[in-house]
């Protein structure tokens, strides 16, 4: 008897074109790849440090308390409420609880349902490159035509003019991730305006993806889309507590928006997934209760692993606009290796033992901007000093003890 005909060629259908045009996380695989070679990972955002005992304590309570079934499809209705309460303090956001509020299994998952919400054929999404791998994949599922528009690099500004023309009547949404992963950049007020004077004048929907939002350096301020006047009822704002409580593995995130929108997401969220981990979403309650200390320490938190990494990649010979943001950089390579990105990953990997995400795989046309990289600093001070010290030994060590000795760590 055949226990398994899975290899039977003909047991397939015909190939999905949708499928076909889709590639498998480059992000993830370079963890794999990381794990096989035993390379420090500075590809995926996995921090290597715990997250805050608080909310371990109360998913261990959760569980022993049997909360351990399904929970509303929407989301424990004391989470949601935690949540519309944190969105009017942090980000002068209104939304309802009842009506406008969608926990979601993490923020990829709350994008998916997002896009497949609002994507149909013939329906157009402006993509902002480089951006986060997941956004190309979700706007081809939706069996939208995604548009790329390429910021311009190093410091990633945005020609609003040639911006203009990727807009029209066609135009669903525009997918915006801010502060921005891979380049670290926040939008400043000025830009989110003239983003938000096109979305209204054709009537087009602002996607946000503000995960990063609490990982803001510098003195910059992360402004939600949705805070602006006219934008609230075109605004899809997703969060999640991922990034900011260091629980990437946890999956809990939420979508907010107007309530005929939030509907419509709803009906995907409920068969996409039925609901986020329920003795995770009490945790999550209680990560919203976590003093304003908490975030203030977060932000002198990155920021220090930030200047720490930057600092030896620049000793190191690479090129890149510093981060305003988040936790990754990207970084320019051309002075120190002939060859392209996927080369150097490979080279970085196998001879010395550090996982990167190579540039091209931020970009729909995968020819651009080929001799970038992006490196992740979520990491504790160690790992980073080993990662540095592996790409160039001697130059990093004259480095490490230059910038103790100024005391620019401190």
């Known amino acids: 008897?055949?226990?398994?005909?899975?290899?039977?060629?003909?047991?397939?259908?015909?190939?999905?074109?949708?499928?076909?045009?889709?590639?498998?996380?480059?992000?993830?695989?370079?963890?794999?790849?990381?794990?096989?070679?035993?390379?420090?990972?500075?590809?995926?955002?996995?921090?290597?440090?715990?997250?805050?005992?608080?909310?371990?304590?109360?998913?261990?309570?959760?569980?022993?308390?049997?909360?351990?079934?399904y929970s509303f499809t929407y989301g424990l209705k004391a989470l949601r409420d935690a949540i519309a309460a944190k969105l009017l303090k942090r980000n002068q956001l209104q939304f309802e609880a009842e009506t406008e509020i969608t926990v979601t299994c993490g923020v990829s998952e709350g994008l998916m349902a997002t896009v497949l919400a609002l994507g149909e054929p013939g329906a157009e999404f402006i993509l902002l490159e480089p951006c986060y791998e997941n956004y190309l994949p979700a706007v081809l599922l939706s069996g939208a035509t995604p548009v790329p528009f390429t910021l311009n690099a190093p410091d990633w500004h945005?020609?609003?003019?040639?911006?203009?023309?990727?807009?029209?009547?066609?135009?669903?949404?525009?997918?915006?991730?801010?502060?921005?992963?891979?380049?670290?950049?926040?939008?400043?007020?000025?830009?989110?305006?003239?983003?938000?004077?096109?979305?209204?004048?054709?009537?087009?929907?602002?996607?946000?993806?503000?995960?990063?939002?609490?990982?803001?350096?510098?003195?910059?301020?992360?402004?939600?889309?949705?805070?602006?006047?006219?934008?609230?009822?075109?605004?899809?704002?997703?969060?999640?507590?991922?990034?900011?409580?260091?629980?990437?593995?946890?999956?809990?995130?939420?979508?907010?928006?107007?309530?005929a929108l939030s509907a419509r997401i709803r009906k995907v969220h409920d068969y996409l997934t039925v609901c986020a981990p329920t003795p995770l979403q009490h945790a999550c309650i209680a990560a919203l209760s976590l003093p304003e200390q908490y975030y203030d320490d977060l932000k002198r938190f990155y920021y220090k692993k930030c200047r720490l990494f930057c600092l030896g990649l620049e000793y190191l010979g690479f090129r890149f606009a510093y981060p305003e943001a988040a936790y990754y950089v990207m970084?320019?390579?051309?002075?120190?290796?002939?060859?392209?990105?996927?080369?150097?990953?490979?080279?970085?990997?196998?001879?010395?033992?550090?996982?990167?995400?190579?540039?091209?795989?931020?970009?729909?046309?995968?020819?651009?901007?080929?001799?970038?990289?992006?490196?992740?600093?979520?990491?504790?001070?160690?790992?980073?000093?080993?990662?540095?010290?592996?790409?160039?030994?001697?130059?990093?060590?004259?480095h490490y003890r230059h910038v103790n000795k100024n005391g620019l760590l401190v």
Not at 35 to 56: F, M, V
Not at 167 to 180: D, Q, W
Not at 190 to 206: G, H, P, Y
Not at 337 to 345: A, I, P, Q, T, V
């Open 331 to 398: 970084a320019d390579f051309r002075d120190i290796f002939n060859g392209n990105d996927l080369k150097f990953s490979d080279w970085l990997l196998i001879d010395k033992g550090v996982a990167v995400v190579p540039g091209s795989s931020f970009y729909f046309s995968k020819k651009k901007y080929s001799r970038m990289v992006r490196f992740c600093f979520a990491k504790k001070e160690e790992t980073l000093v080993a990662a540095l010290r592996r790409m160039g030994r001697k130059i990093f060590r004259d």
């Open 158 to 259: 945005i020609d609003f003019d040639e911006l203009a023309k990727h807009f029209s009547h066609r135009t669903r949404a525009i997918i915006l991730n801010n502060p921005m992963n891979p380049t670290g950049k926040v939008f400043s007020t000025e830009e989110l305006r003239e983003i938000a004077m096109l979305c209204q004048k054709w009537d087009t929907v602002a996607l946000c993806d503000e995960i990063y939002e609490e990982m803001v350096y510098n003195e910059q301020r992360h402004i939600s889309m949705a805070s602006l006047p006219g934008m609230r009822s075109r605004t899809v704002t997703i969060m999640g507590f991922s990034k900011t409580y260091s629980v990437t593995g946890w999956r809990v995130g939420y979508v907010a928006a107007y309530e």
């Open 1 to 69: 008897m055949t226990v398994c005909s899975i290899n039977k060629p003909d047991m397939f259908p015909e190939q999905n074109q949708i499928i076909d045009q889709i590639s498998e996380s480059v992000i993830r695989e370079m963890t794999r790849l990381a794990e096989k070679h035993q390379a420090i990972n500075l590809a995926q955002g996995l921090p290597d440090y715990p997250c805050p005992s608080l909310l371990k304590a109360h998913a261990q309570d959760a569980i022993g308390a049997d909360e351990n079934q």
